[in-house]
DNA sequence: GCGTAGTGCTACGTTATTTGTAGCACAGGA
DNA sequence: TCCTGTGCTACAAATAACGTAGCACTACGC
């Protein structure tokens, strides 16, 4: 891969210069703890410790570069005593994810048998 | 649920134990590739070097790791002479998964403008 | 004031995963 | 035979994640 000078993050989003934005978004959300951070959330805010709790407690190091992530794609914010939660846009990608949370479903009803 | 003695996989999905599925898809998904790999393959079969390139040439090594995953899960099957395809199951993934792509489509269209 | 507990966040050494390069065995075509 | 393509693997190096500990700050009770 022929990857461009920085190498530590060449963008906030990774696979954002194929100018697809699909890509983009899988990139993002194809990282450890990403998709789990927003579900998690989804159904209210959560301070820091309450949400790695909520992920199995992950470390506090993924949990910080994640949420960075996540905030900077504008899809969480944190909004002071009040701990981290989805931004209207957040809210409109888990909304997005409900058909994959049904296939979910399914997919395990036919694995049980 | 205490760890099986392989250690280089603890179980086909990650996340399995909490029974609740969509812990196991968000696990399954949320490795780098597997989304982009299910993503490629929706529009025909590849074979795994065409794959790799659409993948922008990601090794082999988790190429090889992430489709054994997703043939695992029943998601994509190798036809021999054929290369790889979804499955039904997993055609009925990607199609879930449509909501994210228009969803990713608004995104940048709010970024850019 | 002091101590305690909560918040968001970071340092750092260890471990796991991903990468890049090279290569394997096999199958078909010339 | 040689060449090309297939699926797939080995192995060392680079990268990311982990686990533990701790920081600065704020709010509370005393």
């Known amino acids: 891969m022929p990857k461009p000078a920085t190498k530590t993050r060449q963008s906030a989003v990774r696979g954002s210069r194929t100018g697809r934005p699909i890509m983009a978004l899988l990139d ?7 998709l789990r951070i927003a ?11 309450a ?3 909520a992920c199995d407690d992950a470390s506090p190091t993924v949990m910080q570069a ?12 944190l ?7 989805l931004t209207p846009l957040g809210r ?14 399914r997919w395990s009803r036919r694995l049980a048998g």
Chains 1, 2 share one sequence.
Do not use: I, K, N
């Not at 993002?28 to 990403?34: A, D, K, N, P, S």
């Not at 909004?79 to 939660?85: A, I, K, N, P, Q």
């Open 28 to 34: 993002l959300l194809g990282r450890r703890w990403t």
């Open 39 to 49: 579900w998690e959330l989804r159904d209210g805010p959560l301070t820091s410790r």
């Open 51 to 53: 949400l790695r709790t």
């Open 66 to 77: 994640r949420l960075s992530e996540l905030r900077e794609a504008g899809f969480v914010e």
């Open 79 to 85: 909004l002071s005593g009040d701990g981290y939660h």
């Open 92 to 105: 409109e990608l888990m909304e997005s994810f409900l058909p994959l949370h049904h296939f979910a479903e």
